[in-house]
């Protein structure tokens, strides 16, 4: 069984699956990172925070255009599967990684599993987009996290067989790690103490690699400062762009707390004492929905509508946050509900369909 871990939001997906993998008599998982991210806290000490071992195999691939990545992982990982076939393999999320090997499992005729499968922001200019619906055409197991997942495959034709309902995987993280979360108490150790904060993540291509949506977000941020203390753990995409630009500069003289992107369990541990949080990401949607955290997505569109249904989510423009923020602060905290099988167990509904299937469709 090989899982393909890629990326910063892949790990939160594969651990409690590895693990839970790890500690049935009847699985062997073998890891394999693929490199797409490197740096130690996008990577590494992730790693360590889930409890992840070294990786089996690490294909090195690193960064580059969109083609050259998923070739890469593409030729490297075909090395890997040839040498020692796997009976399954499990792809996760929605990035260029994701695809790739999807891609070598379909063509050397590996039984592959999808988890997070189903999710579509029906916005083809997003580069995940375009991965989750080629991944999800080829893959021969769909594991979605909500029902809208589900209505999205049937509607492109693919058959129910293939469609196993397992919930929300990044929640068995969550739970995984909680009490090292409750404890880790981050935003003390860099001095954010007292006032309520808001946390902010921003990377999406488009909306930090051109000026004139990089200056409308840097405006919108500096107007959040003003109502309270931002902090903003800054992605290396986005740091070279405000480097760039001088931006960096500008947010810091107007408070906004620039730091350094953070492992998972001091990043959980700033958004659960977080008034609100302000992302452009798609798993930070889910944790927030989960915590009943109010959430502003700075996004015309997601592929995770069950958060604004359900959870605590809402889609915004740079030039509307700063007044739905103020008026989300004003109001009781609504009572919103977890989403069906957002319950830390996903894990143990994967390996259990695992089994029910045996061999995978074909
Ligand atoms: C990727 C994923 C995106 C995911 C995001 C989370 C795709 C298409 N995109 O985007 O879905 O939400 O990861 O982080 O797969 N870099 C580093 N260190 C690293 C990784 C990247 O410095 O560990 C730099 C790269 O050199 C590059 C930039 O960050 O300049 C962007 O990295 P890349 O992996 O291309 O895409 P992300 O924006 O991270």
Redesign the pocket.
Known sequence: MHLIAA???NFMKVAPLWHALNEAPDFDPVLIHTG????AN??DAIFEDLRLPQPDHHLGVG?GT?AE?TGRVMIAYEKVAMERRPDWLVVVG????TVAAALVGAKLLIPTAHLEAGLRSRDRTM??EI?RIATDAICDVLWTPSPDGDRNLIAEGVPEARITRVGNIMLDSFEMTRPKIEAAGTAAEIGVTGAPYCVATL?R?ANVDTNEPLRALVDCLKAVQRRLQLVFPV???TA?RLRDTGMDAELEAAGVRLIAPLPYIRFMSLVTGAAAVITD??GIQEETTYLGIPCFTLRENTERPITIEEGTNRLSTPAELPGLLEAALGEARSVRRRPVLWDGHTAERCVADLRARGEAPR
């Open positions: 990326a910063r939001p797409q991210h490197y740096d996008m990577s960064s969109h990545q929605d990035v260029n990684s580069p995940e991965n990377h291509p992605h290396p995409r070279a990401s798609g």
